[in-house]
């Protein structure tokens, strides 16, 4: 949103009247769903169609940290949050947090959180494998740049566990939080605390003052096998630094030249929908004893996305999507057509759930094909003649490190704040 | 439970004096343990052997959300939980809660709503895996007949996550809860929030006031891969509701006719305890150069179900069940015997946990074979010369889209509550 | 720690100033994270070089159950809390819990419950996917020697869910807590309940009363897939119990005598780091139709750890492990090296995330290999000329069921606490 994993923060006072006006800028359908919002996001902003724009006009009366998502409606709903539609709303209390009327005076440090996921094809997004973690869009971002405070100040979190899928326990090392506020409402006091436990959409407001000690705090979800992947940060206490300061939760945004230079350095191509490096999507390979290899279709791609197989296999593609109702972006409806290296071409009818089609390759060659439906979702076939040695794999060779994710800047948020001032644009 | 999943929604005041009966009708022992009893549930309920009832007499003190399910002992509990035998008991309190002494009215919506998963193996089941997710017993249930609201009814719902595995935050598209109540409980609230988080068996009361605008509210679990595999459902506000209404948690109970109608439109066949269709249970595939190929006894199925090897190669079934204390349904102890297609039969002892077996497969066939401890976990070894090509996969055809749970229908459950009225039979 | 898994359970009061040392009698660094302290832990127990010791002086202000862990920075303290490097410590509370002001008495029976995960291969480890749980170190441990209790005994168990990946809803079969305290905070008091739900580094405080009913209360994580793979437990309510009891939550602990029996009923043996039975670490077996094997380093092991392919393949090492930021042990820097078998030796450069190593193997022959910088971290590839048939799997034959945890008996925590009493050592 805005070209940001996660889009924009937006920072809103409990009882401003604020519209949103989304932007369709892409080529598929999107929509919103609000969660700060009390009333029906569906029907104001839930199908969007490219190139079009709606508005909704609310009034935010329940303070606290919420998630904002594109859902174009149906299945829709969970690929678009999935892969990377989503941001954080922060509705402020009018009554003050508990440490901040025992303080009185307002945080030193003020941090928008949100931790979330990346995943390199459908079947673990639906399984919740991700191969990425991170805290505001960026593998290990506070790790390279820490944020800092001073010794004693007063620190405020605001945390959101976008997930999409896992459950996460949000800790410092170092630090037990004076208070702990549920879903960021400050009615809803949790005092001490090595913790707090969020399951994806779930949010806190902790807070703490900064130990005596100069060093590293380092903040992460205890869970330590996903955190391991990223979502790892450093709140630094030193001296020198330079307070009060906040730090938003926005995605790192890139200028083409630096996007240049990154994509000069790339190491890995990762894609929920293609074939990315082959250490992402390795190719399965299926000897000639294999009498019929199953592609699954599940969460907008395909599983394997590449294969190899003997002259004379069949190839049966399963649509696993489950989720036909309401049009999202079509649904989780799908099918499979060859557009390159068509020595034998193939095309299936439209595939709901169960469904299957199923081609027997008789010829040599490499096969490239598509869903027709959502045509960013692609897929490989190489078949050999396995009466001798199978000569080689693939060619596509990984090129530093970068995430594609399509959907990702095809939408523009616009929020306008009535009878007091404008927050994000 | 009474043919069902989940089995009867069963609804209690506190203080009530209650019996419950449970009558085995099936072919394997079976038990319950009962959350809202505060007492040895499994002295009285824990293990009644096929053909035989028991009775629990007990008073219910404190108020909540509950759920109660198969407790055979060992093993067998998580097993009949994992394969649906569960349901709700909600202990109504004495105390008001708080939205009902607020707007001074009972809800004009009740809605009971299990959550639960359904596994297609038991891999699948012990990793936490579910193929489908449902709200109370079918796939996307109140998206095809939605849960009808007027705008400004009270709304309350009573939610259980039943798992048996994953953590899930509920949410609803639009809404704000205006109180939650943890585990139901009316002196536990929490106010405001757009999710609330619970584990398997934890549950909440959530209370809120339809916004006034018409259109669909999505109920859903926020972790949206496994949310995306069924648990969705509608809430529609339309003028022209019906209202007060209930919508009990039980699971749809269908007639031999719809039953008859239903298979006649099967395109997929799924059983935790036996291969189903090859889309759902794929068969694989071992080439020649394969020395042994390992099978799991995992969560009371075999893993892959169905293999295809050369001749000459090594199998070896390996018991992955662990709890092997307490005799439930003969604990976690398998076996393996073949008991069709016996050119060559073979036949283990008991294995219990990291036992194994091992048997070479010389003669071209196709083998079937089961464990005799618990006849309905069935698995296939297909022989082939694989000095010339594989010539076939297996000749099972999937035939709709119907869950087989083999422990479904086979006991009946009698609740009797005393000094006030009978709720449920 | 201290030999144990868990490591030796703490108890302090509330106010007591505390002084940890930590002797490192390993040979790779340690250190520690101290969740009960509020303060720079990793300044100060941070990274511990083998032979060396460093402490750490502070005073316990916030009552509560608490983790603490291996923490010497980087890739390495997930690594080490994934493998074994944790334990529980209790800061009780001046004020005191509501139960105990009811009843005017302390507990009759004390519990310090970890619950645990342990896994087989770095993969699983970071998917979350533990082969094993636990209570306190083993599998069934309260199943094989319940804890017994006297009808009517008032019951205080502190609930640490030590994960280190999944969260889990704590529940005993036939109880309903009187209270339960979040974190072990007197404070934040919840009434009632059947279950408790914590992520990783989550605790409770849960109190009630037995019932009655003599007979067996089963303790469980109601996730009942992992915790049918041993973290479960029983409290037995008889008359004949001897109470007061307490029932620390240190790992047990093995004379050489009895480690030498154990070792003698191996039939399984499970390291993360290294090939261990086949059974828990299958031989991957990959067709002459393979243009290439990948492998994974992930969690400092490598994936699959043993392959078998054709003369010919290829096999690519890809470096999955992503932290690679603070040195702790080396971070999550790899690399491979051929050390036995060396037809045809082979060495790659350091590895950092995405970075691979390729190397051709085709001189037929059994190669095993290993990590330079984590020399623990071993595998093996053996080649096979398959113009003929695959002659036979590996020779490694599983030999009772014990888990290696190499990390294990490498440091001693000595705990002092100043102007009270000494508490552990």
Redesign the interface.
């Known amino acids: 949103m805005n070209g940001t994993i996660p889009g924009p923060t937006i920072v809103l006072d409990e009882g401003d009247i604020v519209e949103f006006t989304i932007v369709n800028k892409g080529t598929v359908t999107h929509g919103a769903?609000i969660?700060?919002?009390?009333?029906?996001?569906?029907?104001y902003l839930g199908k969007i169609e490219a190139g079009k724009s709606k508005s909704l006009l609310f009034k935010v009366s329940?303070?606290?940290v919420?998630?904002y998502h594109c859902?174009p409606g149906g299945?829709a709903?969970?690929m678009h949050?999935?892969y990377g539609q989503y941001g954080m709303i922060v509705v402020k209390p009018k009554k003050k947090y508990k440490l901040e009327t025992i303080l009185n005076k307002p945080p030193d440090v003020e941090i928008f959180l949100n931790q979330h996921e990346f995943y390199s094809n459908g079947k673990d997004?639906?399984?919740?494998?991700p191969l990425?973690t991170a805290f505001n869009g960026k593998?290990?971002r506070y790790?390279?740049n820490p944020i800092k405070a001073k010794p004693g100040d007063y620190v405020r979190i605001y945390y959101l566990n976008v997930?999409?899928?896992?459950?996460?326990?949000f800790?410092i090392?170092?630090?037990?939080w004076d208070f702990a506020y549920?879903?960021g409402?400050p009615?809803?006091v949790?005092?001490?605390?090595?913790?707090v436990?969020?399951?994806?959409?779930?949010?806190w407001v902790v807070e703490f003052r900064v130990?005596p000690?100069?060093?590293?705090?380092?903040m992460l979800n205890?869970?330590?096998?996903?955190?391991?992947?990223?979502a790892?940060g450093l709140l630094v206490?030193d001296d020198s630094a330079q307070t009060p300061v906040t730090v938003i939760g926005d995605g790192p945004k890139y200028s083409q030249e630096e996007l240049n230079t990154l994509k000069s350095k790339v190491?890995?191509v990762i894609s929920p929908f293609e074939p990315g490096?082959?250490?992402v999507d390795?190719?399965a390979?299926?000897?000639?004893?294999?009498?019929?290899v199953?592609v699954k279709i599940i969460?907008n791609s395909f599983y394997p996305k590449s294969i190899?197989i003997?002259e004379?296999t069949?190839v049966?593609w399963?649509n696993?999507?489950?989720?036909s109702?309401?049009e999202g972006e079509f649904a989780?409806i799908h099918n499979v057509t060859s557009y390159e290296g068509i020595a034998e071409p193939f095309s299936s009818p439209l595939l709901a759930?169960?469904?299957?089609f199923t081609f027997t390759f008789n010829k040599e060659g490499d096969y490239k094909y598509m869903c027709t439906p959502h045509p960013y979702m692609k897929g490989t076939v190489s078949v050999?003649d396995?009466g001798g040695?199978?000569?080689?794999?693939?060619s596509k060779i990984?090129l530093?490190?970068l995430i594609t994710l399509l959907f990702l800047v095809t939408f523009q948020l616009v929020v306008t704040v009535y009878n007091r001032r404008k927050k994000a644009e």
């Open positions: 769903s969660h700060a919002a009390y009333t029906q996001t569906s029907k329940y303070p606290g919420y998630m859902a299945h709903i969970p949050v999935i997004a639906i399984e919740s494998k990425y593998l290990f790790v390279e997930g999409p899928n896992q459950t996460a326990t800790h090392v170092g630090i037990i549920w879903q409402n009615d809803m949790y005092p001490g605390g090595q913790s436990l969020a399951g994806p959409t779930d949010s130990p000690d100069e060093g590293a705090y380092l205890h869970a330590v096998g996903p955190t391991d992947r990223g790892i206490c190491t890995r490096s082959p250490d390795p190719v390979y299926y000897g000639p004893e294999t009498g019929e199953t969460g190899v003997a004379g069949k049966k399963v696993e999507d489950v989720f109702y309401m989780g759930h169960t469904e299957s050999k396995m040695r199978s000569t080689a794999g693939p990984g530093g490190f």
